[in-house]
Each structure stands twice: as structure tokens, then as C-alpha cells.
């Protein structure tokens, strides 16, 4: 049972640079959602999603965009890297949105020079 | 707005000590609580969760009980393990947007 799986699992860029954080989940859940984690911060939620064609906004979404074409996927897209934006991101899904049993992706380590 | 405060770390043990992470929360309404472990290089994992005051969740020998009087759900364990190293973290459930809140982390690190 793969869960939820994120790539790549490390990456770095360029000040500037664009990428796409993948995030696919094979349990049928409606609901997903981006964290970041840095240190002394604990995590901070970025985007989520209630269902497929539907996000909404979380804590931190500036400089990130999403996109729900269908219910496994759930990229994050970093439109022009900055430096602020080092950071491990989670991508996690939940059956139903207010559970709170999340079950999150290993994570993806950014750094950007 | 809501938000969990858990107690600043890393906090060192040895094998077989008690443990106790604070975590405290400020909720409108009547939030969910949650346990969530993550071990080095791994996601966070549900470790356990209490739904309604006075509940005690319990996994693994930890323990939890939601105190609704001190807005409080430390977690316990009576007896940690090396392999319990790893960060703890204390979160919330039904916030504004209805999604998880955390708190910062605490990082347990047990020796033998």
C-alpha cells in the first residue's frame, strides 16, 4: 500500500527558478493539503483541498500555487524560488476533512540558494 | 485565532525514565486533540487523538487525557525506549478552516 508519495525527495534551486512539488495519494481520500516545517516553527499549512476542482488558501500560500484536476494529485508549484522558501514539505490526505487523522507523505527537502 | 503551545525541547532521557511534553491549547468551540509522532527522515504519524473532554487516548504506552478545565493534553509514557526518539508534536482539529493546528514540536531523545 503505497499511501501518499512525494517527489522528489530532495531538491535545490536557484533564486528565480520554478518547480512542482508532486504529491499522489491511492486511498480514494478527499481531502489533501501542503505544510511546510522549519525549524522552531513546526508545521504551517500552505494550500489544501477538499476534493477534486476545489483549494483553498491555508496559514502561508504565498509564492505557491495548486491545482485538484482529480482526486490522487495534488502538486505544488513554486512559481519563482526565494530563498525563504527552504524548507521540508508534507503533503498529507485525510477521508474526510475534519478527522484531523492526517496521513502525510515522507517529505521533500527544498533548499534555495 | 486558535493555537497549541507545547513545551521547548529537545528533552533528554534515559532508557526507562517517565516522560511527560506539555501542550496546551487556546480553541474556540470544541477542537479535537492530537498526538502526532515523526521519527528522523519520516513523515509525522497519527500516534493517538481524544475527541471530547475528559477522553484519554492511548497507542504505543503513551497516554493523553483531554482536559477541557486546563486546556490541556500532555502527553505520558511511564517508561521510554531508544526507538521513542523523535519529534512529538501536539495539534488541533476544527479551527476556522477546519484543518490541523500544530505546535512547534518537541524533540525526545532517549539514551540507553
Known amino acids: 500500500n503505497a499511501g501518499v508519495t512525494q517527489t522528489p525527495k530532495f531538491q535545490v534551486l536557484k533564486t528565480g527558478q520554478s518547480m512542482t512539488l508532486q504529491c499522489a495519494q491511492d486511498?480514494?481520500?478527499?481531502?489533501m493539503s501542503w505544510y511546510r516545517q522549519d525549524p522552531g516553527m513546526g508545521l504551517r499549512l500552505i494550500h489544501y483541498?477538499?476534493?477534486?476542482?476545489?483549494?483553498d488558501q491555508g496559514e502561508v500560500p504565498n509564492g505557491y500555487n495548486v491545482s485538484r484536476s482529480t482526486t490522487e494529485d495534488f502538486p505544488l508549484r513554486l512559481l519563482s524560488a526565494a530563498p525563504s522558501q527552504t524548507s521540508v514539505y508534507f503533503c498529507a490526505s485525510t477521508p474526510r476533512r475534519a478527522t484531523g487523522e492526517l496521513f502525510f507523505g515522507e517529505g521533500s527537502r527544498l533548499t534555495v540558494l | 485565532g486558535d493555537s497549541v503551545t507545547q513545551m521547548e525541547g529537545p528533552v533528554t532521557l534515559s532508557e526507562e525514565a517517565f516522560l511527560t511534553i506539555n501542550c496546551t491549547y487556546t480553541?474556540?468551540?470544541?477542537?479535537?486533540l492530537f498526538w502526532y509522532v515523526q521519527y528522523p527522515g519520516e513523515g509525522l504519524q497519527l500516534l493517538l487523538k481524544?475527541?471530547?473532554?475528559?477522553d484519554k487516548g492511548s497507542n504505543k504506552g503513551f497516554e493523553a487525557t483531554y482536559r477541557k478545565e486546563t486546556t490541556s493534553f500532555h502527553l505520558e509514557k511511564g517508561s521510554v525506549q531508544v526507538s521513542d526518539s523523535a519529534v512529538y508534536f501536539c495539534a488541533l482539529s476544527g479551527g476556522s478552516q477546519g484543518n490541523l493546528i500544530f505546535g512547534k514540536g518537541t524533540k525526545l531523545s532517549v539514551k540507553p
Open positions: 481524544a475527541t471530547k473532554a475528559d
Open positions: 486511498m480514494n481520500h478527499e481531502y
Open positions: 480553541a474556540t468551540g470544541y477542537p479535537s
Open positions: 483541498s477538499v476534493g477534486a476542482g476545489i483549494t
